[in-house]
Each structure stands twice: as C-alpha cells, then as structure tokens.
C-alpha cells in the first residue's frame, strides 16, 4: 500500500508518485523503532515509512523518510558575534559536523541548512546505508513549506530526523517554531529550543548528488543546494 503523506503537505508533493516507491533499509527502520520503545523515550523518531523511488530515466532516485525533525546545533561559529554548536546546546551540541566545506570547517549550523543521517553503527562514520551519504542534497517539507538541505552530519544509528537551525528556521510557521529559545539584538542565537517537531516531517535524500570538495565555499553553498536540490525534486514529480 503506497505512503498516504499529511494532508498539510498535499500541494509540496503534487507529482510525487508514491506508488513507484519501495520500502527500503528495513533494518535501519527496526533500530529505529525499537529505540521509539524504549521506556523514558522523550524524543522518538516516529519514521513512519522508509522508501526508495527508483532512478528510472524518467526522474531521479530518491530515499524518503517521515519523521521528527530535531535541532542539531553543531558545527563552528557562524561568524563574528555568533556561538559554537556546544555554546548553543551545552547538553549534546559540538564544534563540528561530519562533512567540510573546502576551508576544512565543519557547517555553521545557523547560516547552512543541512540534516543529519544516522550513522551504520555506534561509532561509524559510514551512513545507514551506503545509497545515501554526506554531501547528498535533500529537500525537506514540514506541511506547506519546502526547504532544501545538504546531508551535513552523522547522529546516533537508532534515530532519525534531524536538522540545522537554518532549516527550521526556512520551515517557521505554527508546529515549527522558532529554533532559538534566546537570541541577541542582532537576531543571532544564544541558546536553542529544547523540542523538536514531533512527527509528519518529509526527507527526500538524492543519492549521488554531492557537490566536489572544492566547491563547499561558505559563500555559496546556499545557493548551489538550493539549486541542485530544487531541480532534483522537480524532476522527481515531473515539474519543469
């Protein structure tokens, strides 16, 4: 039975053919949801379906997810004025992200809209599943708003759905609020939210879309995910 998506999301997805997806990584999904069981659970991933749209000439292939989306502050300070990622989360947050940009600096979690993958094993730096990886783009939809992502970091092998605080920020609406539970003067943020977006959250990772090293510049990689990303998920539902 093909993935009924949210109701909410019904005009992000127009053309999107679930029919022509499989289920996909079933082991991954098992970790997932037995972690989801654990008593004294407060954050479960939710996933709900895991899906691969085959590359079939007509559209690109895709892997799919619907989940939660957490907050993952990691990576350096986003310039001047703004804080590292352990600054923002002291609880879980790092200094760095698990793909560069060319300069060799983890991704800004404020400035670079990027999710999470979950790592094979604890411990690994491979994926769940050797069809995705970092530096794939992605796009993400939470109800009527879209946002395009990098695959930026590695998060524990028994959850998924996780994102930067630019992505949240690209997804601010009702159910979606604002990823900084405290910002300055100048909008930057001091501290993180505690939350995450409970569930109906919608991935599409694009396998072997990553960018070469040496065009993971600070100064535009913002606009070449956008671009890769949105032209990916048009041809996948037939848009021009």
């Given at each position: 039975?093909?993935f009924r998506p949210p109701a909410?999301s019904?005009r992000?997805?127009?053309g999107?053919?679930?029919?022509?997806?499989v289920?996909?990584?079933?082991?991954a999904?098992?970790?997932f949801a037995?972690?989801?069981?654990q008593p004294g659970n407060?954050?479960p991933s939710?996933?709900?379906v895991?899906?691969?749209?085959?590359d079939?000439g007509?559209?690109?292939?895709?892997?799919?997810w619907?989940?939660?989306?957490a907050i993952?502050t990691d990576?350096?300070?986003?310039?001047p004025?703004?804080l590292n990622g352990?600054?923002?989360?002291?609880?879980?947050g790092q200094?760095?992200t698990?793909l560069?940009?060319?300069n060799g600096?983890?991704?800004?979690?404020?400035?670079?809209p990027?999710?999470?993958?979950?790592?094979?094993?604890?411990g690994s730096?491979r994926?769940f599943?050797p069809?995705?990886?970092?530096?794939?783009?992605?796009?993400?939809i939470?109800?009527?708003?879209t946002?395009?992502a990098?695959?930026?970091?590695?998060?524990?092998?028994?959850?998924?759905g996780?994102?930067?605080?630019?992505?949240?920020?690209?997804?601010?609406?009702q159910d979606c609020?604002?990823?900084c539970?405290?910002?300055?003067?100048?909008?930057?943020?001091?501290r993180?939210?505690?939350?995450?977006?409970?569930q109906d959250?919608?991935y599409?990772?694009?396998p072997?879309?990553a960018?070469a090293?040496?065009?993971l510049?600070?100064?535009?990689?913002?606009?070449?995910?956008?671009e890769?990303?949105?032209?990916?998920?048009?041809?996948l539902?037939?848009?021009?």
């Amino acid at each position: 039975m093909a993935f009924r998506p949210p109701a909410a999301s019904k005009r992000q997805l127009d053309g999107v053919s679930f029919d022509q997806a499989v289920d996909f990584a079933p082991d991954a999904r098992k970790k997932f949801a037995d972690k989801d069981r654990q008593p004294g659970n407060k954050d479960p991933s939710k996933c709900k379906v895991l899906l691969k749209f085959p590359d079939n000439g007509a559209g690109p292939g895709a892997v799919f997810w619907s989940s939660k989306m957490a907050i993952d502050t990691d990576g350096p300070s986003a310039g001047p004025g703004r804080l590292n990622g352990k600054a923002l989360d002291p609880s879980s947050g790092q200094n760095d992200t698990s793909l560069h940009l060319a300069n060799g600096k983890g991704l800004p979690s404020e400035i670079i809209p990027y999710i999470v993958l979950p790592e094979l094993q604890s411990g690994s730096s491979r994926t769940f599943n050797p069809a995705v990886a970092l530096g794939d783009v992605a796009i993400v939809i939470f109800k009527d708003k879209t946002a395009a992502a990098v695959c930026g970091d590695l998060g524990p092998f028994n959850k998924i759905g996780e994102a930067s605080i630019r992505v949240h920020e690209a997804l601010l609406q009702q159910d979606c609020p604002d990823p900084c539970s405290k910002r300055n003067d100048k909008g930057f943020c001091l501290r993180a939210r505690n939350s995450s977006i409970e569930q109906d959250v919608l991935y599409f990772v694009f396998p072997n879309s990553a960018f070469a090293a040496d065009e993971l510049a600070v100064e535009t990689i913002n606009t070449k995910i956008k671009e890769r990303a949105f032209g990916l998920y048009n041809k996948l539902r037939g848009a021009s």
